[in-house]
Structures are given as C-alpha cells and as structure tokens.
C-alpha cells in the first residue's frame, strides 16, 4: 500500500494549489483520507479530512479557505487551497486513518505518504 503526495510548490500569498494523494493497493472507502501538515520547527498538525460518506473536516486556520475532496474511482484525494498565506507554508502529507472515520490525530493515522512541499512567500 503506497501513498503518493504531489502538487506542491511556491507560490505567492494569495494564490492557490491543488494536492493529490493517489492510492495504490488500498480501497478507499475503507479509510478517512487526511490532511497534515509541518511548518519548519513545529509539530506536524491536522488539516482536513474526508471520511467514507463525503464528509469533510477542517482545522480553524484553513476554514473558508481550503477543500478537500475524494476521487474514489481514481483512489485520489485532493486538497484544493485558496487565498494561501505564508503561514501555510510547510510540508503537506496525506494518510489514511484506522477506519472510514478516522480523522484528526496522526497517532490514529495508519498509512502515511511522502509529503509534499508548500511554499507561500509574502
């Protein structure tokens, strides 16, 4: 089972990105697909999720301006991020949960990707 993270890059305050996570070798409607992410000396933090019925979650500071969505066909799931802020900065990693509802905490995060890198300048 592999996770593969991309879509990363620089980009200026203001702008957008859209990441995917690909899925090999796991069914996704088996798993709540997450979002986290580590800014440069801090701790890797939650950032949305999308369990098995469309649901979706979302931490306070990417609210209004982040949304994730799944792709079960493809085993993909995306992040689309708006009106990014140099605080988004960071590495952006996808994993998929214990169950179909499994989100929020990476203690409970059984499968992770290589993450995926986020620069936003100011």
């Known amino acids: 089972v592999q996770l593969q993270a991309s879509g990363g890059g620089l980009v200026q305050a203001g702008g957008s990105l859209r990441l995917s996570c690909a899925a090999s070798?796991?069914?996704?409607?088996?798993?709540?697909m997450n979002w986290f992410r580590e800014a440069p000396g801090k701790e890797r933090e939650f950032v949305s999720a999308?369990?098995?019925?469309?649901?979706?979650f979302y931490a306070d500071p990417v609210k209004g301006r982040f949304g994730i969505s799944r792709d079960n066909a493809k085993n993909t799931v995306y992040l689309q991020m708006n009106s990014l802020k140099p605080e988004d900065t960071g590495v952006y990693y996808c994993?998929?949960?214990?169950?179909?509802?499994?989100?929020?905490?990476?203690?409970?995060?059984?499968?992770w990707g290589k993450g995926t890198l986020v620069t936003v300048s100011s």
């Open positions: 994993a998929g949960g214990r169950s179909r509802s499994t989100i929020g905490s990476s203690a409970y995060m059984e499968l």
């Open positions: 070798g796991l069914p996704f409607s088996t798993r709540a």
């Open positions: 999308i369990i098995w019925d469309g649901g979706t």
